[in-house]
């Protein structure tokens, strides 16, 4: 792999402008070329960012020479068939969450990705602050002692409007794939291993999909993690890790986080640290430090994982009886 990685980005949404936006904060990395369903579109987002190549299809853009990796940027229901493209394409991915709509559809992209010696990342960007770096340094060094009980929470107010991504079911709607996922990952990161006992309920609103919804999972060692996410209601955003022998807290919004503090016993640290703009660039590093190094995964967020949590959130919904149009 070359010493820069050459990018091309799948949609030309809000996502899409702050990935592109993150590339530039990126010395190894550079944007080359633009993918849209419309040529207009991805005209005028290659203006914006100086694009040189400028496709009206995705399938132009997967097959773009120029282009050594591909970030998808598009709704939820599109992440499996983009990143089949690309990686049939040949071409390097980084997924944007949640990782697709089920763990079927995730087991197909990381068999191909593996099949055909790609690397593939799900784009869960809280990982790679570096608050959130810390907070790994933290619990492997054992300062809260053993990590027992997480809790975390991500809710956001929308006017409800059944023909938007949120809320309609045929997107991949509701709270848990939307933002859920970040609390779900974030206990993941903290409890480590497949989640077996699920507790959970939700209020399915009036297109079907979750508008509030809690949980409780249960990881290996009787850990535990108290979750709630929603649409329809704003959450204070927090993130807690509980351990035998202190605590770690994540201050708002948990999910890009600029500060963390630990405490423990007489031991109180105060860990921060501000960022420019959105904070993608971290996750951006992180996906060129792999390429330029030969790996097909990231440590930080290992594709089993992903996957691991792709089944919990299938089975979240099970209890719910929620299934979308496309799993009839």
């Known amino acids: 792999m070359a010493d820069q990685i050459r990018w091309g980005i799948i949609g030309t949404g ?24 419309s040529k207009e579109k991805a005209k005028e987002f290659g203006e914006k960012f100086n694009i040189p190549h400028r496709h009206g299809t995705y399938e132009a853009l997967v097959s773009d020479p120029e ?3 591909v970030y998808v940027g598009t709704p939820h229901t599109l992440h499996m068939d983009n990143t089949l493209l690309a990686l049939k394409a040949g071409k390097h991915v980084l997924c944007e ?46 300062h809260i002692g053993e990590p027992r009980l997480v809790a975390a929470d991500f809710g956001f107010r929308a006017g409800f409007d059944p023909k938007t991504r949120i ?16 609390a779900i990952s974030f206990a993941s ?10 507790a959970s309920m939700a209020n399915l609103g009036k297109s079907g999909v979750d508008e509030e919804s809690a949980f409780i999972l249960g990881f290996p060692g009787g850990k535990l993690a108290v979750l709630y996410s929603a649409v329809r209601l704003t959450t204070p955003w927090n993130g807690l890790i509980l351990g035998t022998e ?38 951006a590093a992180e996906v060129t430090r792999c390429l330029r190094d030969g ?24 209890q719910w009886k ?5 799993e009839k």
Not at 113 to 141: G, I
Not at 190 to 197: E, F
Not at 272 to 279: A, I, T, V
Not at 322 to 326: A, F, H
């Open 14 to 37: 809000s996502i899409c402008t702050s990935f592109a936006e993150a590339l530039a904060m990126v010395p190894e990395a550079k944007l080359v070329a633009v993918g849209s369903r």
């Open 67 to 69: 282009v050594d990796a």
């Open 97 to 142: 969450k949640p990782f697709c709509i089920n763990a079927t559809q995730a087991t197909k992209m990381i068999k191909l990705a593996r099949d055909k010696k790609l690397f593939l990342m799900e784009a869960m960007w809280t990982r790679f602050f570096p608050v959130m770096s810390k907070v790994r340094e933290w619990l492997r060094a054992g």
């Open 167 to 182: 809320f309609d079911p045929a997107l991949g709607g509701g709270a848990l794939l939307d933002v859920g996922v970040y």
């Open 189 to 198: 990161m903290a409890l480590g291993g497949a989640v077996g006992r699920i």
């Open 246 to 283: 202190g605590k770690i807290e994540i201050e708002s919004p948990f999910w890009c986080p600029k500060v963390a503090k630990l405490e423990a016993g007489q031991t109180k640290i105060k860990f921060e640290n501000d960022y420019q703009g959105r904070g993608d660039q971290f996750m």
């Open 295 to 318: 790996k097909l995964e990231s440590d930080i967020m290992p594709l089993d994982e992903s996957l691991a949590i792709m089944k919990t959130m299938d089975k979240i919904r099970e």
């Open 322 to 326: 929620l299934k979308y149009p496309m």
